[in-house]
């Protein structure tokens, strides 16, 4: 058996471990993150594998001439997409954040997917042995 082969067999979706009132919307942006990326991948689970949200303030230039600066405090978490496009099932894994507003609150929630790594369709559901 390939090594390829063997990592496929041996991925498995995290379970959940965010509660917060905010899952259902962390998991529909989590979806939405990967069909813009991937039109008319179906998403088979979401799960939110970051147990709370992660804050970080950050010092930075707001433009490439380096003339202004701007503070910015983001909050994250991790969340994990299993999507089947064109036969083909694929565990992404996402990073989802909001910023923090001039009024203290936090903005629209956005993200991007950091890797993707192929999986079997049976380990969607699967627990990890």
Not at 3 to 18: G, K, L, N, P
Not at 57 to 75: F, G, Q
Request: net charge positive.
């Amino acid at each position: 058996m390939k090594i390829s082969e063997a990592i496929v067999e041996q991925t498995f979706m995290t379970a959940d471990r965010y509660a917060g009132a905010d899952m259902a919307a962390l998991k529909g942006k989590a979806g939405q993150i990967v069909a813009a990326k991937h039109p008319g991948a179906a998403a088979l689970r979401v799960t939110v594998i970051s147990p709370d949200w992660k804050e970080q303030t950050l010092v930075e230039y707001t433009d490439s001439t380096r003339t202004a600066l701007r503070v910015r405090t983001t909050r994250s978490v991790t969340a994990q997409v299993a999507a089947k496009t064109n036969g083909s099932v694929r565990l992404h894994t996402v990073d989802i954040s909001r910023d923090r507003r001039a009024d203290g609150s936090f903005g629209e929630l956005y993200g991007h997917i950091m890797f993707t790594d192929a999986m079997l369709e049976k380990n969607v559901n699967a627990a990890a042995p």
